[in-house]
């Protein structure tokens, strides 16, 4: 994705992955204030340990209590992101056909970090009145039981599936489709599954199967990568480019 990205803008740039003990982290941030990188991505397990290694968490980092991103500043300090959660936002903003999200109901599946973004991007970023996150562990916000309920979906317009399950490597999808009542949703609701490797999991299927408007992670990815490089190089990043590799290659 990256690469397609610097290809495209003609930079001689590459992208590379640290494999980072907690150990190394504090060492690798040293380096990213020293100049030898540009920016960082960081992944779990460091998204939310990294924020007590850097000099400014700015508020898309400290609402989802995680970070995804690190610049350097000019002066050498670094600033923590959290690109999710405005990607998350772009990419529902594709699939909802309503501008006015103020009385509409979300539903967010999970309650991990994926979740805490969705949740952000969907309250802060969309305007969406209320969310009810659905999850078998204690969360923030408001909280269901880890089951479907016809009476919440039947007044539910946006279904995010904020787990890991389904992925490749990952718990089955099924169990997380089988909590949600999909034909209690309205006939304009939208589902989106963090989701991308495999591009359909058991969630989009009973998606299309009621026959809602869905997406996959693919586009989220690719809308945080986007964040991401325009924070660290201050210029538009190609996100088509950066789209088709990863249809290339997942």
């Known amino acids: 994705m990256h690469a397609a990205a610097f ?7 590459s992208y590379e992955a640290l494999r980072t003990t907690v ?19 960081v ?13 400014f968490v700015d508020d898309s ?16 300090r670094v ?6 959660a405005p990607a998350l936002a772009e990419e529902l903003g594709v699939l909802v056909r ?24 969907l309250q802060t970023y969309l305007g969406v009145g209320e969310v009810i996150v659905r999850a078998r562990t204690k969360s923030d916000f408001a909280a269901q039981p880890w089951r479907p309920s016809r009476e919440s979906e039947t007044s539910t317009r946006l279904v995010v ?9 990952a718990d089955p999808g099924e169990a997380v489709a089988g909590v949600v009542a999909w034909d209690a949703l309205p006939d304009d609701a939208v589902a989106l599954d963090v989701v991308y490797a495999p591009p ?15 997406a996959n992670g693919l586009g989220m990815l690719a809308r945080q990568g986007a964040l991401a490089l325009q924070l660290w190089l201050g210029v538009r990043a190609p996100l088509d480019a950066m789209l088709a590799a990863l249809a290339l290659n997942t």
């Open 61 to 76: 980092a400290r609402a989802t209590r995680a970070a995804n991103t690190l610049v350097r500043t000019p002066d050498g």
């Open 161 to 169: 599936q904020a787990t890991s399950a389904g992925m490749h490597g």
């Open 23 to 41: 150990e190394q982290l504090p060492g690798v941030i040293a380096e990213l204030r020293g100049g030898t990188y540009d920016g960082l991505n």
């Open 7 to 13: 290809r495209a803008l003609g930079l001689p740039h």
């Open 79 to 84: 600033r923590a992101y959290n690109t999710d």
């Open 43 to 55: 992944t779990v397990p460091h998204k939310e340990r990294v924020l007590a290694l850097v000099d």
């Open 98 to 121: 309503r501008t006015d999200l103020a009385q509409t109901r979300a539903l967010v599946l999970g309650s991990g970090g994926a979740a805490r973004a969705a949740a952000s991007a």
């Open 200 to 214: 359909e999991t058991p969630f989009l299927r009973a998606a299309r199967n009621r026959g809602l408007r869905h």
